[in-house]
């Protein structure tokens, strides 16, 4: 069984950074795609970044395109999303996601078999 824990979310002010770890762990991980999400209330699941865990590829969400990074550390089973000039509308509870089978990147949140708990991130004005 896989298990994703985040950590790293937290208050912060508007322009400054946080970076949110998802460790995952278990049986038969063979990640193939790690993916980051984020949901504010009452709206739906978000797509912000994804990365394969091979080769490097990745893909962002136009509203966070040079402001998050999405890196990823094999050793440790262990995926980042480096967040910078944080707005209040970043505000939101931020998942990451995991899909197994290889082919197209998934960038919808069916794409992903495996989720986190979700970490709250809140940006002050």
């Known amino acids: 069984q896989v298990q994703l824990v985040e950590a790293g979310g937290g208050l912060v002010q508007a322009g400054g950074s946080l970076r949110l770890s998802c460790a995952a762990s278990g049986s038969f991980l063979n990640i193939y795609a790690m993916g980051w999400f984020r949901q504010a209330p009452g709206k739906e699941r978000e797509f912000l970044a994804t990365?394969?865990?091979?080769?490097?590829?990745?893909r962002y969400a136009h509203s966070v395109q040079g402001r998050f990074a999405i890196s990823r550390d094999n050793a440790k089973n262990t995926g980042y999303l480096q967040m910078n000039a944080l707005k209040p509308e970043d505000t939101a509870v931020y998942y990451c996601a995991v899909d197994r089978t290889p082919g197209i990147l998934p960038i919808i949140a069916l794409g992903y078999e495996i989720w986190g708990q979700g970490t709250q991130v809140t940006v002050s004005s």
């Open positions: 990365i394969t865990w091979n080769n490097n590829v990745t």
